[in-house]
T-cell receptor, first 112, second 114 residues
Framework: SQQGEEDPQALSIQEGENATMNCSYKTSINNLQWYRQNSGRGLVHLIL?????REKHSGRLRVTLDTSKKSSSLLITASRAADTASYFCATASGGSNYKLTFGKGTLLTVNP | NAGVTQTPKFQVLKTGQSMTLQCAQDMNHEYMSWYRQDPGMGLRLIHYSVGAGITDQGEVPNGYNVSRSTTEDFPLRLLSAAPSQTSVYFC?????????????FGPGTRLLVL
């Protein structure tokens, strides 16, 4: 069963604009991770945010976590064509760190 | 370091055939896992291992076997391939269990079962 669900399913923006993707989940989590997947490639880890953290930054990426709403957002600022990819959130929950559950992803297209 | 490697990159099977998807990592990671990715479904965990000799089932284990005889290798076996197993398969590894930290993914194996 899907734990995390990304929204929107697809997002198309112009280069230089900001992109925001959201992830909602159902049960309590230990942490939440965001991954990027370029077409036809493996996943690349972006950020891990723990359940006791509210915000985290990495370069042009900003991730927030609201455990009361069971949601997270990924903000990419000043987007580039190279940011075109699918973005997935993943959660480990229920006291088990062994099983990471992925959402269905948001397909981001950045037009030059 | 090569990271996580997977072979083959692409495979076509006939229904009922068996095959092994290979996964190897050179980072001395204890935790390894297999996922399948289907259109519109995201990634689903098939099997995982927390160390040599220890494996466990994920979300969709039926039709797949795994073993972990060394830290480096974690092969995935399809005993009798079915069209429903047509998918892209990813292997991943990390120092700690999957939910605790960064997972390093291989490039994937595309499998087509006719």
């Amino acid at each position: 069963s899907q734990q995390g669900e990304e929204d929107p399913q697809a997002l198309s923006i112009q280069e230089g604009e900001n992109a925001t993707m959201n992830c909602s989940y159902k049960t309590s989590i230990n942490n939440l991770q965001w991954y990027r997947q370029n077409s036809g490639r493996g996943l690349v880890h972006l950020i891990l945010i723990r359940s006791n953290e509210r915000e985290k930054h990495s370069g042009r990426l900003r991730v927030t976590l609201d455990t009361s709403k069971k949601s997270s957002s990924l903000l990419i600022t000043a987007s580039r064509a190279a940011d075109t990819a699918s973005y997935f959130c993943a959660t480990a929950s229920g006291g088990s760190n062994y099983k990471l559950t992925f959402g269905k992803g948001t397909l981001l297209t950045v037009n030059p | 370091n090569a990271g996580v490697t997977q072979t083959p990159k692409f495979q076509v099977l006939k229904t009922g055939q068996s095959m092994t998807l290979q996964c190897a990592q050179d980072m001395n990671h204890e935790y390894m896992s297999w996922y399948r990715q289907d259109p519109g479904m995201g990634l689903r965990l098939i099997h995982y291992s927390v160390g040599a000799g220890i494996t466990d089932q994920g979300e969709v284990p039926n039709g797949y076997n795994v073993s972990r005889s060394t830290t480096e290798d974690f092969p995935l076996r399809l005993l009798s391939a079915a069209p429903s197993q047509t998918s892209v398969y990813f292997c991943a590894s990390s120092y700690s269990p999957g939910g605790q930290e960064t997972q390093y993914f291989g490039p994937g194996t595309r499998l087509l079962v006719l």
